[in-house]
């Protein structure tokens, strides 16, 4: 069937999103408790042993960026589970905000990377993950709009707002108000 091409595309890289997202959600609230704790012991802001001058901002972003895209995928769950231009709107646009989040993790891991200086071998971990993540990213997004680019095989045409079979879930039926070529 020529639908479900569209979310053949959708399925493998939102479970790969979804596991990227998750690991490095894990891996940094670890690097942020590891970086309070260093921190907190001897001189304010001191970060002796672990990370550089860039390591608070991109642990900010990066943990901002894991819970973001976790939440982006579960919209873009819905939206395979439905197929209608509605839930492709509600996807899209948390996936718009995962993948900026992403890229300013990204611009920070790319930072870090290139500061230097002494990492955990956790931390470098994150920094690959926030790249990955960044690709996938733009990859699930650029795939949400697959329908837009290769035609309406790939996603769900304009305007299709009728009940997917099975689940009970499309518009209202009935007349509710006038139409707005009889207030002509």
Same mark, same amino acid.
């Given at each position: 069937?020529? !639908?479900?091409?569209?979310?053949?595309? /959708?399925?493998?890289l939102?479970? !790969?999103?979804? !596991?990227?997202? #998750?690991v490095s959600?894990i891996?940094?609230?670890?690097?942020?408790?590891?970086?309070?704790?260093?921190?907190?012991?001897?001189?304010?802001?001191?970060?002796?042993? *672990?990370?550089n001058?860039?390591? $608070?901002?991109?642990?900010?972003?990066?943990?901002?960026?894991s819970?973001? =895209?976790?939440?982006?995928?579960?919209v =873009?769950?819905y #939206?395979?589970?439905?197929w209608?231009?509605?839930? %492709?709107? &509600?996807?899209? &646009?948390?996936?718009? !905000?995962?993948?900026?989040?992403? %890229?300013?993790? *990204?611009? *920070?891991a790319?930072?870090?990377i290139?500061? $230097?200086?002494?990492?955990?071998?956790?931390?470098?971990? %994150?920094?690959?993950?926030?790249?990955? %993540?960044?690709?996938?990213? /733009?990859?699930y997004?650029?795939a949400? #709009?697959?329908?837009? *680019?290769? =035609?309406?095989?790939?996603?769900?045409?304009h305007g299709?707002? &009728?009940? @997917?079979p099975?689940? $009970?879930?499309?518009?209202? @039926? =009935?007349?509710?108000?006038?139409?707005?070529?009889?207030?002509?």
């Amino acid at each position: 069937m020529a !639908i479900s091409e569209g979310r053949a595309l /959708l399925r493998p890289l939102g479970l !790969i999103n979804i !596991i990227v997202s #998750h690991v490095s959600a894990i891996l940094a609230g670890w690097s942020v408790n590891k970086y309070i704790d260093y921190s907190s012991s001897g001189a304010l802001g001191s970060t002796s042993g *672990f990370g550089n001058g860039a390591t $608070g901002y991109f642990l900010v972003f990066a943990l901002s960026a894991s819970v973001v =895209g976790v939440a982006s995928v579960v919209v =873009g769950a819905y #939206h395979l589970r439905v197929w209608r231009t509605d839930s %492709l709107s &509600a996807a899209n &646009a948390a996936a718009v !905000i995962a993948g900026h989040f992403s %890229l300013l993790a *990204f611009g *920070f891991a790319c930072k870090e990377i290139s500061i $230097g200086g002494p990492r955990s071998k956790k931390l470098k971990a %994150l920094e690959v993950l926030m790249i990955i %993540l960044a690709l996938v990213q /733009l990859l699930y997004l650029l795939a949400l #709009h697959a329908g837009h *680019f290769l =035609g309406p095989n790939y996603g769900p045409s304009h305007g299709n707002t &009728a009940a @997917t079979p099975g689940t $009970g879930i499309g518009p209202k @039926t =009935g007349n509710y108000g006038t139409s707005a070529a009889s207030d002509v």
